[in-house]
């Protein structure tokens, strides 16, 4: 496995949801250009989160057009089932659901077993706890500042609290991920809770020039982390 963000800094991952599907090619070029390192892969089946999204064969015809590491947040019933598919797809990193999760620490052997990182992802009311028994075995935790579901909800502070709660008890090599209505205005005090990786829909897709707001979110995030 090569994780490849094992460096610890602030990085954006602008979530491909909100992107243009018409012109997915061209979004990641344009995001890539500007230093963006990840890609947010936003996988939903109808069951876990109420829509659905888009599967292994999109994320395999695009893996050939893009260096950016693809990262998978499986909102989705039965992760180990579609581990696999999802991996052959060409995702670097494959995050599941705790709430889903029968047997955590086999599932991430499995994902760990198929050449990805691992991540895993709790819902806005799931407490740090619940992710005891393999904290210390994933690449990344991602905590949701929002419902699984759809871009552009409102951000929950509440979640905020967990975030600073599971900074202390990740490594250097680990990466603590926040999703859902970050923006200019919530990221700031997502970096001094001590997450350092955005997921960034709305804020960066939504907006007319993707790339130049991807640029100034992580300016934000980076003065913010510079403040303390
Ligand atoms: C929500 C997804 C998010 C979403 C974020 O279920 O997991 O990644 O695309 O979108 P924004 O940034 O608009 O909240
Ligand atoms: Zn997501």
């Given at each position: 496995?090569?994780?490849?963000?094992a460096?610890?800094?602030i990085?954006?991952?602008?979530?491909?949801?909100?992107?243009d599907?018409?012109?997915?090619?061209?979004?990641?070029?344009?995001?890539?250009?500007?230093?963006?390192?990840?890609?947010?892969?936003?996988?939903?089946?109808?069951?876990?989160?109420?829509?659905?999204t888009f599967?292994?064969?999109?994320i395999?015809?695009?893996?050939?057009?893009?260096?950016?590491?693809f990262?998978?947040?499986?909102m989705?019933?039965?992760p180990?089932?579609?581990?696999?598919?999802?991996?052959?797809a060409?995702?670097?990193?494959?995050?599941?659901?705790?709430?889903?999760?029968?047997?955590?620490?086999g599932l991430?052997?499995l994902i760990?077993?198929?050449g990805c990182?691992?991540?895993?992802?709790?819902?806005?009311?799931?407490?740090?706890?619940?992710?005891?028994?393999?904290?210390d075995?994933?690449?990344?935790?991602?905590?949701?500042?929002?419902?699984?579901?759809?871009?552009?909800q409102?951000?929950?502070?509440?979640?905020?609290?967990?975030?600073?709660?599971?900074r202390?008890?990740?490594?250097?090599?680990?990466?603590?991920?926040?999703?859902g209505?970050?923006?200019?205005d919530?990221?700031p005090?997502?970096?001094s809770?001590?997450?350092?990786?955005?997921?960034?829909?709305?804020?960066?897709?939504?907006?007319?020039?993707?790339p130049?707001?991807?640029r100034?979110?992580?300016?934000?995030?980076?003065?913010a982390?510079e403040?303390?």
């Amino acid at each position: 496995m090569n994780w490849r963000l094992a460096e610890p800094k602030i990085r954006i991952a602008p979530s491909m949801l909100s992107a243009d599907f018409s012109r997915l090619r061209e979004e990641l070029d344009g995001i890539e250009a500007v230093g963006v390192e990840m890609v947010h892969l936003d996988v939903m089946d109808g069951h876990f989160a109420p829509n659905l999204t888009f599967g292994p064969p999109v994320i395999a015809s695009l893996r050939p057009r893009s260096k950016l590491f693809f990262d998978a947040h499986l909102m989705i019933e039965e992760p180990a089932r579609y581990a696999e598919a999802f991996a052959k797809a060409g995702c670097d990193l494959l995050n599941f659901h705790i709430e889903v999760a029968d047997d955590p620490k086999g599932l991430v052997d499995l994902i760990h077993g198929l050449g990805c990182a691992c991540g895993v992802t709790l819902n806005p009311t799931t407490p740090a706890d619940a992710i005891d028994a393999i904290v210390d075995r994933v690449e990344l935790v991602l905590v949701m500042s929002v419902w699984p579901g759809f871009s552009g909800q409102k951000f929950i502070p509440d979640v905020l609290p967990k975030v600073e709660a599971i900074r202390p008890r990740l490594a250097a090599h680990q990466r603590l991920q926040m999703d859902g209505g970050v923006d200019l205005d919530t990221i700031p005090c997502c970096v001094s809770a001590g997450a350092d990786t955005f997921v960034a829909g709305s804020a960066v897709f939504g907006r007319p020039d993707p790339p130049q707001a991807a640029r100034a979110l992580l300016e934000k995030a980076r003065e913010a982390g510079e403040r303390g």
